[in-house]
């Protein structure tokens, strides 16, 4: 528990020179100056201070065009570049990801299957007993209209994904120019500072050793050129302040970029299921609810369908019984074929009888005609 503050009463021998100073506005707290940023060599690889240091000797301030140039190709990427990220920004299109976030809540607030009642999930499962067909129509419709909405979801979902790997290439790039034009610009300081510091006090000198006007005409080109050169390496710092700029903006759309994909995500992956598992389980309960209505109407069906398969079993099981007693061929049957196999041995019998008595009658025609044939040919004598 933290202790109170004792209250320590202000003593003056000025009663309203101590009034004055309660209703004085409070003066202003100075606020903390913040130091400037310097471009340091030190700050720079070995490597990369090296190259600087050699680059600042080829530098010529009396070579017009060099320094016209100087640093130009570095300012056109930058230049470039930043035309491309705010072009990027400007094609696109957020609030069209937003208007469908809304139609998306519109179809789910609009499942009111009780307009008196309250929207939404809530008001989805007042009635219960309402018609399942209906149910299953209206949420057909809203179910076809989510997925429109969701395919289109996706579809800029994976635009922002390639944004968002777009900004991370053009974070660097914009990195790598801002440390191409801070190498531009320390040779150039460098190289400033030689001139100032060796080159221009050596003409002034001799300027005034001779003091003949051309030499100091001369020191004073020589002046201007370092000026306009300073300018020059300004106009770089300046380029530069645009890059430093420019890397937290493209952090921030890139941030915007993702949490406009994780909100796509989280909708298609959490609403949209949560809200089709709610109808499943609504239309499941009334399912449910029409399953009991229909149990009694099961059971008394089964108890009859049980009773009169009991009955026809108790029938075909007699019926069953009574042929498995029944030999493979009843006795009367046998009786039967054996009467008519002993009544066609018989009449085979009989006819084989008469035909061998034929044969042998017809044997004693044969030879009576042939007898008969003999005596004719005999009684011929031509």
Not at 216 to 226: G, R
Request: negative net charge; aromatic residues 4%; charged residues 30%.
């Amino acid at each position: 528990m933290n202790e109170e503050k004792s209250y320590i009463p202000s003593l003056t021998l000025d009663p309203q020179a101590a009034a004055a100073a309660e209703q004085a506005p409070a003066p202003e707290e100075q606020k903390a100056q913040i130091p400037p940023e310097k471009l340091e060599l030190d700050k720079l690889s070995d490597a990369e201070q090296k190259a600087v240091r050699s680059f600042s000797e080829q530098i010529d301030v009396t070579n017009a065009e060099q320094i016209l140039n100087y640093g130009a190709a570095a300012q056109k990427n930058l230049s470039e570049f930043s035309d491309a990220a705010l072009s990027s920004v400007r094609t696109k299109d957020l609030g069209q990801v937003g208007d469908m976030l809304g139609s998306l809540v519109v179809e789910l607030q609009g499942l009111n299957f009780e307009p008196e009642e309250k929207k939404g999930f809530l008001g989805l499962f007042k009635k219960a007993g309402q018609s399942i067909a209906e149910m299953k129509a209206q949420f057909a419709k809203a179910e076809t209209n989510v997925d429109k909405i969701v395919e289109s979801l996706e579809k800029h979902e994976l635009v922002l994904m390639k944004d968002i790997s777009m900004m991370d290439r053009m974070y660097q790039r914009n990195q790598e120019y801002m440390k191409e034009l801070t190498m531009y610009i320390l040779a150039g300081k460098l190289k400033i500072e030689q001139l100032r510091s060796v080159e221009l006090p050596a003409m002034l000198e001799k300027a005034r050793e001779t003091g003949l006007p051309e030499d100091a005409q001369a020191a004073n080109d020589f002046a201007n050129l370092i000026g306009r050169f300073e300018k020059k390496i300004h106009d770089l710092e300046l380029t530069r302040t645009i890059s430093v700029q420019m890397a937290p903006q493209i952090r921030m759309v890139q941030n915007n970029d993702s949490l406009m994909a994780e909100k796509i995500r989280s909708s298609i992956v959490n609403t949209i299921p949560l809200w089709k598992n709610q109808m499943v389980m609504a239309m499941s309960l009334y399912h449910s609810e029409q399953a009991m209505k229909a149990q009694r109407k099961v059971t008394d069906t089964t108890n009859q369908l049980l009773m009169k398969n009991a009955e026809i079993l108790r029938q075909g099981s007699v019926g069953v019984a009574q042929e498995s007693e029944r030999g493979i061929v009843d006795m009367e049957t046998l009786k039967k074929t054996n009467m008519e196999l002993i009544a066609t041995l018989d009449e085979v019998r009989r006819i084989q009888d008469d035909g061998r008595a034929r044969r042998a009658q017809a044997e004693e025609e044969l030879g009576r005609i042939e007898g008969e044939l003999k005596q004719k040919l005999l009684e011929m004598k031509g």
